[in-house]
């Protein structure tokens, strides 16, 4: 409730002619109105109910006061608002009658949707506005006239099931246009409770297809997550005593506390569960809807009986969904019988029926370890089905299916993944992988093994240590279960754990290094390994979102690639590039632009990297690549670059501002000096690694530190002034921190210098 309710006299209950009545402090203090769960929302309700009811004047005919929303349900939030219609029947009075009502509530400081209309004029509403429709459904008897009340609640109950089915894709409309803008509740890490898909507002769809009569679809388990999902907003409110639905990061932790979870993390773990659930339920509900729209009826054959058409062994369609052929339902059903159905729905697209998800929880015995033949297929045939896969895994998770086929799955299920390059929670980025795998399939020798491995590329995820090297034995584990041989199950335990290789090296190692070509041979060993990677590389990133892939890091994956293919068949790593020869021979300074690519030749001197490194940041440039060399006595850099943000800035300019750099023109060189402003990270304090043996003739300096215009140019100042040569460098971005490393020509033996050259690169990264 608002403080300034709590703060204001306590109100005599008397009628429109108080000032500002407000609401007992005794009952607004009382155990039950504060409490989180279904008692306390009743009790806030029944406070409201009393107060409003004093506000309104004693034994008045033809007029009534009807609460809709949360308090017509009686699931009023701390810090709701209200949503009330005051009923008439033409009365003169019902202006006076209305302010009477409405001013102490905004005295109150409560937000109020309210409107004053007879019961002809709200049935009318409610036909042309499809949320006022869905809204009158929650009418509930406030004060004042019943009888008025009563004909309101039933006309707009009886409007809505003549009308539903015929404005159900008006609804649907309403509702998708929500979903875009707020998202899938399950997948965010700061979802809105009520207006993201699977939030609050679903359930009212929910609740008025049931009213319809069209599905049964507020079953139990939608039930429990709608209790919960209030349970989570109540919680909210009280943690940040005021109105708010979105599930905000800095408040996850006071939330899980007052709702008794272990961590931040176990309550987005329950909010995606029965999100997913009220997501689940509405796909059926609406499935229905569409059924009864579309006019379907069961056909009979001859003899009278539904015609039932075989899809797959033990499986037939019946009516738009699978169900099970009469022959598979006996006293010992055949444990791959689970499998076998999801693998025919999600290749046919077509829904399992819910009579037969349950019948399959209940009835199918465990898959017995090895699986059979039969189960091995199903789940490669279920795996390759491309977009039919995550619906119908989502469907079999739902009944519990997944968790006898993969014990290790409870533990991924919604566990969040906090990198913002991540679009979906652990659980789901695994099946979306392996649905992104179905593309590349023909690709590669072994098509299986590389749906199982993107399945279970990040199964490592969640536990300590580096999830590609603690996930390779799980991956083992669970394949050795299915019933794969010692050989493929060694390969699948060697994809998980190298599944990171290829992006790593292509964005973080000068591929043109003949040691960084040896050295990812030497971990592939073979081509058709090789393939693997390459498919499960692109799968993993698209499944992952549209942060993770981008035009110049799939360039430089397929450039490894084809450098590694070529060093796995010849038994050497291929030639370098040979430098443009423009650069080379052609008169100095010179500026070359390209689709993504700056190169500059200028008289060699120390410092240059930084200069164009500098010069490229003032013109909103982020380098993704740099290359340093020297040729007869000049020096070419060549650097990768995309811009921050807008477009790309002109390359007149740019060309002009970088020969006048390059030359060390003071007005330049002026505005490369201006402290550029780092953007006060509050995250992990800037790290270095150094790699030694992991180039031909130079060692690797990694600095890991919050990303920031112009970071490269003052961590290239402060290597130059140290007295270091930067040969290449590789500038990866993983969210909002970089991952920059540097090729140091020499060996850097000594620890002294080492430490002296880290300390200036970390004061220049903070």
């Known amino acids: 409730m608002p403080a300034s309710l709590i703060k204001g006299p306590a109100s005599s209950g008397s009628g429109p002619g108080d000032p500002n009545p407000l609401i007992n402090e005794a009952d607004l203090l009382n155990d039950e109105a504060g409490r989180i769960g279904e008692a306390g929302r009743t009790e806030r309700a029944a406070?409201?109910?009393?107060?409003?009811?004093?506000?309104?004047?004693?034994?008045?005919?033809?007029?009534?006061?009807?609460?809709?929303?949360?308090?017509?349900?009686?699931?009023?939030?701390?810090?709701?608002?209200?949503?009330?219609?005051?009923?008439?029947?033409?009365a003169a009075d019902v202006d006076e009658i209305a302010a009477a009502l409405w001013y102490p509530i905004w005295d109150a400081r409560m937000s109020l949707d309210h409107s004053v209309r007879t019961v002809d004029e709200a049935l009318s509403v409610a036909r042309d506005d499809i949320k006022v429709a869905l809204g009158l459904l929650d009418a509930r008897h406030v004060a004042g006239d019943r009888e008025l009340s009563?004909?309101?609640?039933?006309?707009?109950?009886?409007?809505?099931?003549?009308?539903?089915?015929?404005?159900?894709?008006?609804?649907?409309e309403v509702t998708t246009a929500r979903w875009q803008a707020h998202g899938e509740l399950a997948f965010l890490l700061e979802g809105d409770l009520k207006d993201a898909a699977g939030g609050l507002r679903d359930v009212g769809l929910l609740r008025a297809i049931g009213y319809a009569g069209i599905s049964d679809a507020l079953r139990p388990a939608v039930r429990a997550a709608h209790r919960r999902l209030l349970d989570t907003r109540d919680a909210l409110h009280i943690a940040t005593s005021r109105r708010i639905d979105r599930l905000i990061a800095e408040e996850r932790a006071a939330v899980a506390v007052l709702l008794d979870l272990d961590d931040p993390d176990a309550l987005l773990r329950r909010v995606a569960g029965d999100a997913r659930t009220v997501s689940h339920a509405l796909t059926d509900g609406w499935r229905a809807a569409d059924r009864l729209r579309s006019g379907s009826r069961v056909r009979h054959g001859a003899d009278g009986r539904p015609v039932r058409r075989p899809v797959a062994r033990d499986v037939v369609e019946h009516d738009g969904e699978l169900v099970l052929a009469r022959t598979a339902i006996g006293a010992r059903p055949d444990p791959s019988l689970s499998l076998r159905v999801a693998?025919?729905?999600?290749?046919?697209?077509?829904?399992i029926s819910r009579a037969t998800c349950e019948w399959l929880a209940a009835y199918c015995p465990p898959l017995p370890a090895p699986w059979p033949p039969a189960a091995r297929s199903a789940l490669v045939t279920l795996l390759g089905a491309g977009p039919g896969l995550p619906p119908t895994w989502e469907t079999c998770d739902r009944y519990g299916l997944v968790d006898g086929w993969l014990p290790e799955w409870p533990r991924m299920r919604s566990r969040p993944q906090h990198n913002p390059a991540h679009r979906f929670t652990l659980d789901r980025h695994l099946v979306q992988t392996a649905a992104e795998a179905g593309a590349h399939t023909r690709e590669v020798a072994r098509p299986d093994l590389l749906l199982l491995t993107a399945l279970l590329h990040d199964v490592g995820k969640g536990l300590d240590g580096d999830h590609s090297v603690v996930?390779?034995?799980?991956?083992?584990?669970?394949?050795?279960?299915?019933?794969?041989?010692?050989?493929?199950?060694?390969?699948?335990?060697?994809?998980?754990?190298l599944?990171?290789?290829?992006?790593?090296?292509?964005?973080?190692?000068?591929?043109?290094?003949?040691?960084?070509?040896?050295?990812?041979?030497?971990?592939?060993?073979?081509?058709?390994?090789?393939?693997?990677?390459?498919?499960?590389?692109?799968?993993?990133a698209r499944a992952t979102g549209p942060a993770a892939w981008s035009d110049w890091k799939g360039r430089l994956v397929a450039e490894l690639v084809a450098r590694v293919r070529a060093t796995l068949d010849t038994g050497s790593p291929p030639a370098p590039a040979v430098p443009d020869p423009a650069l080379v021979a052609g008169p100095l300074p010179a500026v070359h632009l390209g689709d993504g690519r700056v190169a500059v030749a200028a008289t060699d001197r120390r410092g240059l990297l930084a200069t164009v490194a500098g010069c490229l940041a003032l013109h909103r440039l982020d380098v993704l690549a740099a290359d340093a060399a020297t040729v007869d006595?000049?020096?070419?850099?060549?650097?990768?670059?995309?811009?921050?943000?807008?477009?790309?800035?002109?390359?007149?300019?740019?060309?002009?501002?970088?020969?006048?750099?390059?030359?060390?023109?003071?007005?330049?060189?002026?505005?490369?000096?201006?402290?550029?402003?780092?953007?006060?990270?509050?995250?992990?304090?800037?790290?270095?690694?150094?790699?030694?043996?992991?180039?031909?003739?130079?060692?690797?300096?990694?600095?890991?530190?919050?990303?920031?215009?112009?970071?490269?140019?003052?961590?290239?100042?402060?290597?130059?002034?140290?007295?270091?040569?930067?040969?290449?460098?590789?500038?990866?971005?993983?969210?909002?921190?970089?991952?920059?490393?540097?090729?140091?020509?020499?060996?850097?033996?000594?620890?002294?210098?080492?430490?002296?050259?880290?300390?200036?690169?970390?004061?220049?990264?903070?």
């Open 471 to 497: 996930g390779a034995p799980i991956a083992a584990q669970i394949a050795t279960r299915i019933g794969l041989p010692p050989t493929e199950v060694a390969l699948v335990e060697k994809l998980v754990r």
């Open 633 to 766: 006595g000049r020096a070419l850099v060549e650097c990768r670059v995309q811009p921050r943000y807008g477009s790309p800035p002109d390359p007149m300019a740019l060309t002009a501002d970088l020969r006048r750099a390059v030359t060390v023109d003071p007005s330049v060189l002026a505005r490369l000096r201006r402290p550029t402003p780092t953007g006060g990270s509050t995250g992990a304090a800037p790290r270095v690694v150094w790699h030694r043996d992991a180039a031909t003739d130079a060692v690797l300096l990694e600095l890991r530190a919050a990303d920031a215009p112009g970071l490269l140019y003052r961590v290239c100042v402060a290597l130059d002034d140290a007295g270091a040569l930067v040969r290449a460098a590789r500038i990866a971005t993983l969210g909002s921190d970089a991952v920059d490393t540097f090729y140091l020509v020499g060996a850097w033996p000594s620890n002294d210098e080492r430490a002296r050259l880290e300390s200036a690169v970390l004061a220049a990264a903070g």
């Open 343 to 351: 693998a025919a729905a999600a290749s046919t697209r077509l829904p």
């Open 47 to 90: 406070v409201w109910d009393r107060w409003l009811a004093g506000l309104f004047p004693a034994d008045r005919a033809e007029v009534a006061l009807v609460a809709v929303g949360g308090l017509g349900r009686r699931e009023c939030a701390p810090y709701g608002d209200l949503d009330l219609v005051l009923l008439h029947t033409g």
């Open 499 to 540: 599944h990171l290789l290829l992006p790593e090296v292509a964005t973080r190692r000068d591929l043109g290094d003949p040691v960084t070509i040896a050295t990812v041979a030497e971990a592939v060993g073979d081509p058709g390994t090789l393939d693997l990677l390459y498919a499960l590389t692109r799968a993993d």
């Open 150 to 172: 009563t004909r309101l609640v039933t006309a707009a109950g009886e409007q809505w099931r003549r009308t539903a089915v015929r404005r159900l894709p008006e609804l649907r």
